[in-house]
């Protein structure tokens, strides 16, 4: 999936970016960013996305004060190792009746944050999961999947040096049936493919998308995801 944070570029530009990589194969494009999302950037990026593309466009919400209409979806999400009560049942109880009306389809997700964890786990306040605690990861991923969850993520944070370890992903895969979503740090097709093969079922990428600019890495980075979900 691409993550696309409506921040970070004018809605014009957010739409061609969705629209190539739809185009290379990403099956989903999530929107949004931990900080800077306000009401008017996010449904100009979620509109103007939806005109162009045909996959799902699923909001990746910071907070329930900026949602949008125009998403296909939205993450219903925990950041279960947060300090903080508002991002693990705080803001999903202010946003609930909103979702409701708004009739936009809901998919629940256990959030951990992973070091360095870089922005998110700074906003969200979260105790950033040690990178050689894979135990604790499952731990956590186990309660994600009996609250009844429909997807974990570890999240290593947008920017991070290096992605989730990939002891970590393999030793989650192993035990948990809850499709598991990996996202941080994710650059370059060796990464993608190795973090395929230890049992991601989803990648996000986000800084790769924005930065390079280079096509052929991001095709690289999805031609490995394709081909280790084979
Ligand atoms: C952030 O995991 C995503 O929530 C994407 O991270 O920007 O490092 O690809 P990157």
């Not at 969705?18 to 100009?44: F, H, K, P, R, Y």
């Amino acid at each position: 999936m691409t993550l696309i944070d409506p921040e970070k570029q004018p809605g014009d530009v957010a739409s061609g970016v969705a629209s190539t990589m739809e185009d290379m194969g990403t099956d989903a494009i999530m929107v949004g960013g931990s900080t800077g999302v306000t009401q008017e950037n996010l449904d100009t990026t979620v509109k103007g996305i939806k005109s162009v593309v045909e996959i799902p466009v699923i909001l990746f919400p910071a907070g329930a004060d900026t949602i949008s209409r125009h998403a296909d979806a939205i993450y219903f999400m925990s950041m279960l190792n947060s300090r903080t009560t508002r991002l693990l049942v705080g803001e999903q109880v202010q946003a609930s009746k909103t979702i409701k009306d708004l009739g936009l389809e809901t998919i629940s997700m256990g959030y951990v944050i992973v070091e360095p964890g870089m922005k998110v786990g700074e906003v969200g306040r979260a105790n950033p999961l040690p990178r050689d605690d894979p135990e604790l990861a499952v731990n956590y991923a186990l309660a994600a999947e009996f609250f009844g969850m429909d997807l974990f993520y570890l999240e290593a944070g947008s920017g991070a040096p290096a992605p989730v370890p990939f002891e970590i992903v393999r030793a989650v895969g192993e035990e948990v049936s809850i499709p598991l979503v990996v996202g941080g740090g994710i650059r370059d097709g060796r990464s993608a493919r190795d973090l395929v093969e230890a049992g991601a079922d989803v990648l996000v990428t986000g800084t790769a998308v924005e930065r390079t600019r280079d096509l052929a890495s991001l095709k690289e980075i999805l031609d490995a995801i394709k081909r280790g979900n084979r």
